[in-house]
Each structure stands twice: as structure tokens, then as C-alpha cells.
């Protein structure tokens, strides 16, 4: 069975704390891992898509990476504007054109 | 482009209540999905679409129905609504092409059942 569970739930961090949100998955037939932003009250937005282990990709202070098991979303130096909910979803092959959510990360960053 | 747009923004249903969400993309996306989001959960799966006349389940279809018309409308039916049917609706859609699958979503309907 595809699955997705990210951790922490929650992530409080000061203002140019670096830290990463964790995605780990299990699929079968990997056809993309996606990560979306949420702002409270509005639908998600979408961030990257990584295809194979070993893709990285950038936005600003957001970097995501791939490995055959899990993804990381890294946060350099964030600031309270980049605080938000973090979902992670992944495609697979016997899943057609579905996605396969995580319960996300809910990022707080403080000044 | 408006992208995905959803109405209404917010509604408060009676129980035994019907209604109509919908949901509108003008990128000429074949597919279209409703989820719901509830508090601290991820987006579950109500049904999808893989072009026009064509409609299936996703994880959590019962108590809802959709149809699918046209290329651009994908509305989700509400009948005999319940208090377990309290929760936030998303649309989105997605330009199927190969390896590709990222969705874009609209706004969102903040449902409540009373």
C-alpha cells in the first residue's frame, strides 16, 4: 500500500534557524514526489517536483531532495514569512494521475 | 489565467441538507480532483476526473457525487448532508502529460454541517 508520513508535525524556529522537514514514503513505482505550501485559509501551492534519488531542487531558502526512501525540504536562514504548513505527496505508476498525501509539517518562524 | 476557482468560499448546511460545489479551471487541465482537509489531517481523495464524461472514486466517496460535462466544470454534489461531511473542500486539476503530475489547487469551500 502507497503511503506518506512526514515529521515533525510541527516545527517552531527562530528567524535564521536552518532546519529540514522530513517526508518518508513507501510506492511502488515512484513517478514523482511533490511538495506544496499551505497558508492558513488557503489551498495549497505548489513547490517542487522531484523525480530520482539523488534530484535536488531550489526556491529561494527552500532546497528538496530525493533519496529512494524519503525527501528533505530545507529551510536556510527562513524568516517568519516562510512560516506555513509543508505537504509532501508522491505519484506512483499504479496510481495513475492520483497523489498520495502526507498529514504535513505546520512550520512557525518566529523574529 | 484565474486558474481553479471554487464556490463558495464558505456555507453552513442543516443535516438532510443537499448542495453543490463547484469548481472551475480555465488552463484546459483533463484531469480534476475534489479533496477534503480536515483539521491536522492531510488532503483525502474524494473522487477525480480524467476528462470530460469520465468520473471514479478516490479514498472517501460516500456521501458525495460528481459529473463531469465539460473540460472546465467539475462540481461535487452534497446529498442528505451529515456532520461528518464538516470540513474543507479543494479542487484541483492537473495538465496530464507524461512524468509530470503536479496539481494546482483552488481556494477552497470551508463546509459546516449542523
Known amino acids: 500500500e502507497d503511503q506518506v508520513t512526514q515529521s515533525p508535525e510541527a516545527l517552531r524556529l527562530q528567524e535564521g534557524e536552518s532546519s529540514s522537514l522530513n517526508c518518508s514514503y513507501t510506492?511502488?513505482?515512484?513517478?514523482?514526489l511533490f511538495w506544496y505550501r499551505q497558508d492558513p485559509g488557503k489551498g495549497p501551492e505548489f513547490l517542487f517536483t522531484?523525480?530520482?534519488a539523488g534530484e535536488e531542487k531550489e526556491k529561494e531558502r527552500l532546497k528538496a531532495t530525493l533519496t529512494k526512501k524519503e525527501s528533505f525540504l530545507h529551510i536556510t536562514a527562513p524568516k517568519p514569512e516562510d512560516s506555513a504548513t509543508y505537504l509532501c505527496?508522491?505519484?506512483?505508476?499504479?496510481?495513475?494521475?492520483?497523489?498520495?498525501f502526507g498529514q504535513g509539517t505546520e512550520l512557525s518562524v518566529k523574529p | 489565467n484565474a486558474g481553479v476557482t471554487q464556490t463558495p468560499k464558505f456555507r453552513i448546511l442543516k443535516i438532510g441538507q443537499s448542495m453543490t460545489l463547484q469548481c472551475t479551471q480555465d488552463?484546459?487541465?483533463?484531469?480534476m480532483y475534489w479533496y477534503r482537509q480536515d483539521p491536522g489531517m492531510g488532503l483525502k481523495l474524494i473522487y477525480y476526473?480524467?476528462?470530460?464524461?469520465?468520473?471514479d472514486k478516490g479514498e472517501v466517496p460516500n456521501g458525495y457525487n460528481v459529473s463531469r460535462s465539460t473540460t472546465e466544470d467539475f462540481p461535487l454534489r452534497l446529498e442528505l448532508a451529515a456532520p461528518s461531511q464538516t470540513s474543507v473542500y479543494f479542487c484541483?486539476?492537473?495538465?496530464?502529460?507524461?512524468?509530470?503530475?503536479?496539481?494546482?489547487f483552488g481556494p477552497g469551500t470551508r463546509l459546516t454541517v449542523t
Open positions: 476526473s480524467v476528462g470530460a464524461g469520465i468520473t
Open positions: 510506492v511502488s513505482g515512484l513517478r514523482g
Open positions: 484541483a486539476s492537473t495538465k496530464s502529460r507524461q512524468g509530470t503530475y503536479e496539481q494546482y
Open positions: 488552463m484546459n487541465h483533463n484531469y
Open positions: 505527496a508522491v505519484g506512483s505508476y499504479n496510481q495513475g494521475g492520483k497523489l498520495i
Open positions: 522531484l523525480y530520482s
